[in-house]
């Protein structure tokens, strides 16, 4: 008898058991719910966290979401800055305006990126300091501007195009603005302003001083060709690094520079410069040379464009700038 109670007794309390156990299996997050709310250092942890999701939002503000303008389409392609930039305005402007006082007035902005438009037809995203672009933005402010009825296609005609330029911005109502310059070596600056929901704003202003900055901006530099006589080095860039010459092609391409270049105009127009070579001087100088892969023979060199004459020679007018083009032809070979 006895022993049937004994039995009796651990058969409940084995049933017990499994039964409290099978309680605390089925519920297992809720001793870890109450074990993470009286944690006060969990919650530190999580509110610092919020914090900074907050601070990446705002470094996000003015980067473009939402529908882009039509006359934006493809710029954000080449970048934009990790955080914003912004141009401040104490009254209430919603736009960019040519003022009653000639200046060039903008609205409370973020400038999201300034894109250079470089000789030899690359688009490369400014990587100047917020305060050198602020900078920027103050000199165009200082100045008095006049209004154009049209895109000033009658442009300077001894006069290069030093510099052409795209800076993207956005206004405090997240319309886009777009404002494009042309600099020419003649100090004249063309500008052409597109903003949503407003007429385009054609304006042109002669400065001196804002021409010296975005020449310095755009890291140009005059180079005197004559100086090419002389190199100590010449290398190509092929396959992504560079290849030296050897003396012969050296030596025709000064022979090249030195009597069969001609100034023009920087009015390159699309050509393809895909062929980039560098000249080391014997005073250790590099000059950085862009050259097109097509038959149009134009140079870039330092801030001014050359184009290679034609041969005299009937069916070899192409000789001078095919000779040019061989150099990368030949050394891909020889990389092969």
Known sequence: MKSAKKALVLAILVVLSVSLYACREDNPSLPQEDLKTANPETENREGRQEDLIEADEE????QPTGDIPEFLE????FGTYSKKIRIPNAGNMECVAVTGENRLELPECNVLSILFNTLYNDIVL???SPEEIKDFFGEIRKLEFQKEKEYADTLPLNADCVFEADSIMVNKDSDYIRIHIRSFSDAMHYFDIYQENQEVIYASVE????????????ALKSVDISRLENIEKLEAFIDHSWLALDEEKKELF????????KKIKNYSGGCPFEYKLKATLHDGEAVDIYYVSDSCGALVIG???YEIELAPEEGGEFKY?????DFFHVLKQAVK
Do not use: C, H, P
């Not at 700038?321 to 083009?325: E, I, M, W």
């Open 303 to 305: 801030d001014s464009t």
């Open 59 to 62: 470094d996000k503000q003015g």
């Open 321 to 325: 700038r095919d000779q040019l083009t």
């Open 126 to 128: 400014y990587e100047g």
């Open 207 to 218: 400065s001196a001083s804002l021409l010296d900055m975005v020449r310095t901006m755009a």
């Open 74 to 77: 493809n710029y954000f392609e």
């Open 254 to 261: 000064q022979f090249i520079i030195k009597e069969k270049v």
